[in-house]
């Protein structure tokens, strides 16, 4: 049984910083593609950042870029998404997602199988 259970969002000011984490079960974690996606009314959902668990390499999206950070602790198979410098514009409920399969670069939420359940982050101006 999959499950990715997020937290650590919160309501910060402009200028502030949040670390996601995101705890996953019922599969090696080592073995998958994870994913950072974000949702708000206007934009629906969107992928922000994503990493192949086995080698590392990670890609963002250009709107998070030198803000956003993706690690992981591959022993407790946990994804974790340091946020920076943290701008209105980034209020949405942030997902993390596993088996997000493309050929390479920036996922797209249909790339990935299993999600889930969000943390909400509210950025005040």
């Known amino acids: 049984q999959v499950q990715l259970v997020e937290s650590g969002g919160g309501s910060v000011q402009a200028g502030g910083s949040l670390n996601l984490s995101c705890v996953a079960s019922?599969?090696?974690?080592?073995?998958?593609?994870m994913g950072w996606f974000r949702q708000t009314p206007g934009k629906g959902r969107e992928g922000i950042a994503n990493?192949?668990?086995?080698?590392?390499?990670?890609y963002y999206a250009d709107s998070v870029k030198g803000r956003f950070t993706l690690s992981q602790d591959i022993a407790t198979s946990t994804l974790y998404l340091q946020m920076n410098n943290l701008k209105p514009e980034d209020t949405a409920r942030y997902y993390c997602a596993t088996d997000c399969v493309s050929w390479s670069g920036l996922r797209q939420p249909s790339d990935c199988r299993d999600w889930g359940h969000g943390t909400q982050v509210t950025v005040s101006s």
């Open positions: 019922g599969f090696t974690y080592g073995r998958r593609h």
């Open positions: 990493l192949n668990a086995a080698s590392g390499i990670s």
